[in-house]
């Protein structure tokens, strides 16, 4: 099993910054790469980036491109979400993930096999 914590939630005002934090333990040697999901109220889980272990490929979905950045920390454990330029429509709760899964389809969340219990980021107008 893989336990996943995120911290770094907030509020913060419209142009400000957030840098999430996702703290992987157990059998992380088991995970090929790790993402971001976002859930607004009364919307669909999204697809936010992710990153992978071994050589750092990382996927951003359109709506947050330029703006987040995915990064990790082997040593650590660790995989970041740095979030600049944010907008009231990024106000939701993010969800870190866990994926055995090798390959390009990290924007499907079926592929993904440990969640953590997500933190909540509002940004204000």
């Known amino acids: 099993q893989v336990q996943l914590v995120e911290s770094g939630g907030g509020l913060v005002q419209a142009g400000g910054s957030l840098r999430l934090s996702c703290a992987a333990s157990g059998r992380t040697f088991r995970t090929n790469a790790m993402g971001w999901f976002r859930q607004a109220p009364g919307k669909e889980r999204e697809f936010v980036a992710a990153?992978?272990?071994?050589?750092?490929?990382?996927y951003y979905s359109d709506s947050v491109k330029g703006r987040f950045t995915i990064s990790r920390d082997n040593a650590k454990n660790t995989v970041y979400l740095r979030m600049s330029s944010l907008k009231p429509e990024d106000t939701a709760v993010y969800y870190c993930?866990?994926?055995?899964?090798?390959?390009?389809?990290?924007?499907?969340?079926?592929?993904?096999?440990?969640w953590g219990q997500g933190t909540q980021v509002t940004v204000s107008s």
């Open positions: 993930a866990a994926s055995r899964y090798s390959g390009s389809r990290y924007i499907d969340e079926s592929v993904y096999n440990y």
């Open positions: 990153i992978s272990w071994s050589d750092g490929s990382s």
